[in-house]
């Protein structure tokens, strides 16, 4: 498969917001796995601190070139609009995205480069594909949003899934999360914003779907969003209404090997039936409150944005995702499991697709894709050998 032609750009990669405590461990990854002679920088608004996380990466790895930096703001669009045409990708951490991002992503698809993200921000998403979608396709652009926790595990771990199957049956996947992490004060943020957003983010999802082109001779939905026993186990499971079930169908829509008529559940394993209840009670209090001023910025008050789970912390954090696969008389199940899942192995989820995207031969995309669209098995392979575990447990 031939590469995609780039125009001669001075970077292959810049990563944007390393100076930021997801940013900096993705910087870390890419300077302790990437090839020798990829060109990248990183950037950010302070060359001060870009100065000092340049220093830091070349102490962990003095044998390597020094990376370069350049300066760029959020709010200076002819910044940003210059950092997307110096490079073939761009990756950046740099939320709540909603606030903050939209100006790199019409920079990018602009300039006909590159764009990933961390987002799990799902009236993100929806707003950049009615916005700048059209113009990603016509300048060739790649927007990958969802290229960390958020939702690579799910997104590729049901494409890796359904490769195993018969591709012209009827196929439903339902995927069983289970973590032990810490979250980050940007993380908490997103999430509150998020559920004081619940109607414009519904109103955005309409507008999407409206306006959106779906295949017709295939078929892709969801299952029935209800708490339900984990199957072969006593434990249960309670749907988990974020972007990633909605990532997942996406492919599901782009990619013929999802079958005819294909399905997608998306479920927490929280254990006994009391913790179902409690989680549904908190959630629900936390929606409530978030959709007023005044009591969202009293939980907002309650992490402060910028800190990040400690190295000892995150050391002992893990994550499984197990996908139960049906198609005829066929059941298989999976299972996607790394460390910890919001920082170290986002790090090397966002770090792997930039790489993949400005290295290996991928089919030819355009325009708002998802990561198993874009990049699939290629991106697959990326991550096993950087350490996450995708396997067939049984079938």
Do not use: N
Request: hydrophobic share 45%; charged share 20%.
């Amino acid at each position: 498969m031939a590469a995609r032609p780039r125009p001669e750009r001075p970077y292959e990669l810049v990563l944007f917001g390393a100076t930021g405590f997801a940013g900096g461990l993705t910087a870390e990854h890419l300077t302790r796995h990437a090839p020798l002679d990829l060109r990248w920088a990183v950037a950010g608004r302070s060359q001060e601190r870009l100065m000092t996380v340049a220093d830091q990466l070349q102490g962990l790895a003095p044998a390597r070139p020094r990376v370069e930096t350049l300066m760029a703001d959020v709010r200076d669009i002819d910044s940003l609009r210059a950092l997307a045409a110096s490079t073939a990708v761009v990756a950046t951490t740099v939320g709540p995205f909603l606030t903050y991002g939209e100006p790199l992503v019409a920079a990018c698809a602009a300039a006909g480069t590159d764009y990933l993200d961390i987002t799990g921000e799902p009236e993100f998403v929806d707003t950049m594909w009615l916005r700048h979608h059209d113009e990603a396709v016509r300048s060739g652009a790649r927007l990958v949003h969802a290229c960390g926790f958020d939702s690579i595990p799910y997104d590729l771990g049901t494409l890796f899934t359904v490769q195993q199957l018969p591709p012209d049956l009827p196929i439903s996947v339902e995927c069983y999360v289970r973590a032990k992490a810490g979250i980050s004060g940007g993380t908490y943020h997103s999430a509150v914003r998020a559920f004081g957003r619940a109607r414009q983010t519904a109103a955005v999802a309409k507008q999407r779907r409206d306006t959106e082109d779906r295949p017709t001779q295939r078929r892709v939905r969801a299952t029935r969003a209800r708490p339900k026993k984990v199957p072969g186990q006593d434990r249960w499971a309670v749907p988990l209404p974020t972007l990633d079930p909605v990532i997942v169908r996406r492919s599901a829509r782009a990619l013929p090997a999802y079958g005819p008529d294909f399905s997608y559940g998306h479920y927490a394993v929280v254990g006994s039936l009391p913790m179902v209840a409690a989680a549904g009670i908190a959630a629900g209090t936390v929606l409530v409150l978030a959709q007023l001023t005044a009591t969202r910025r009293l939980l907002l008050r309650l992490k402060t944005a910028g800190e990040g789970p400690s190295e000892q912390q995150r050391a002992g954090a893990w994550f499984q995702a197990r996908f139960v696969a049906r198609a005829g008389d066929v059941v298989l199940v999976t299972e996607v499991s790394g460390g910890d899942p919001g920082y170290d192995e986002t790090a090397v989820m966002l770090g792997q697709s930039a790489l993949c995207l400005a290295r290996d031969a991928l089919p030819v995309t355009a325009g708002q894709v998802t990561s198993a669209h874009a990049m699939g098995q290629p991106l697959i392979e990326r991550l096993r050998v950087a350490g996450l575990t995708f396997r067939v447990v049984t079938d």
